[in-house]
């Protein structure tokens, strides 16, 4: 029952979405009667509504979405100048990510004129296992919530990108060991390449932040930078994580338990190409 419900919910892409029982049964692929019966339970919940004009999320699907608009909002305008600064610094493209329905979702998007060759915009979506941006959020989760979002069969956007779940934990896990730091080179768009960190909540990732290039892009240079930045958002947005003293017992299995230290920026800036690979 639960997943009949979430696939009628899905099925209203916004809040002024409105749709037929006969929309409905056909995007889900559910019989009329069914659609109908679940439909009615949804309105009498007020996760829907049933107007003259059909059905269309109720007020406790748009509560829900309020609060989470609202946390994205907080997330861009702290980022922000974050974001401004990195692309001054560097002159590459920043983008400002969430996860959502286990898909990047652009939140911001920062740069000069190569912006334009960067196939990506604000509200636009890409997959979170092809995607600097998406693997360094699902660094910071447990396997297990991994493999759901991102199911059994990975599509693949180019020839370099991983297709399979063996393949992801063992990238995620070099993730890990470079205490965050994701890379992606012509995983999601052809020629395109990425280095991008997660923005951390008390609960785990909240965003990410990235800089984008093509292929030669001097990305190792620059990722310290990403790093930087993405620290400070989350401490600006969870000041806890600030006060976090290291754990002395072992850290779990699979999660990273802190990014790099100001001694270990230093020696990374001073790395060439090819060093963090």
Known sequence: MVERMTLILDAFQGATTRLTLEQVARATHLPRSTAHRILDQLVSLAWLEHTPFGYGLGSRSLKLGHAADRGNHELRAEAAPMLHDLMVQTGL????AVLVNGEVSYLDKVGGR???SVPSRVGGRAPVHSTALGKSMLAWLEAETVEEMVGEALARSTRRTIA?????????????GRGGLAFERGECFPNISCVAAAVRGVDGPIGAISLVG???????????LVTMAARSISHKLSPELAQ??????????GVPQETFSSETMGRLMAVGNGGWM
């Open 93 to 96: 493209v920043v983008h400002l």
């Open 114 to 116: 190569f912006a334009g």
């Open 164 to 176: 399979d779940r063996l393949t992801l934990h063992q990238e995620l896990h070099r993730i890990r």
């Open 214 to 224: 093509d292929a030669q892009a001097p990305l190792e240079r620059v990722a310290p």
């Open 244 to 253: 976090q003293v290291r754990p002395r017992r072992r850290p779990r299995a």
